[in-house]
């Protein structure tokens, strides 16, 4: 039997329900400051049924997820995978100068 539902879609992470069940992120590492787009959550939901709660998410482009950001000139880490020489993917963590200067 289906259940009733009630679902949203949201464009941003300002928009009503945006956040709903998403807690906002610790901060890790030297990162600096909150990220301005989504508020220090990393991600929003996309689609959410208010009666079920199920949503689709979508991550943060800002942030890439972290919940915040780095202001300076710190190198800042992403975890990527790459294929080895032998052709078998790999996990890396990348060092990217920051582009989040507000």
């Known amino acids: 039997m289906s259940h009733e539902k009630r679902i ?20 890790k590492g030297d990162l600096d400051v909150v990220c301005p787009v989504c508020a220090g ?3 929003w ?9 199920r949503c689709k998410r979508t991550v943060c482009d800002k942030c890439d997820g972290r919940g915040w950001i780095e202001t300076g000139d710190d190198l800042v880490p ?3 995978i790459h294929m080895s020489e032998e052709g ?7 060092l990217d100068p920051s582009d989040d200067r507000e």
């Open 8 to 27: 949203v879609y949201c464009s941003s992470p300002t928009d009503p329900h945006a956040c709903h069940g998403i807690p906002v992120q610790p901060r």
């Open 45 to 53: 939901n996309t689609e959410i049924d208010l009666v079920s709660q």
């Open 88 to 94: 078998y993917p790999m996990w890396v963590t990348r």
């Open 78 to 80: 992403s975890h990527d």
């Open 41 to 43: 959550h990393g991600q």
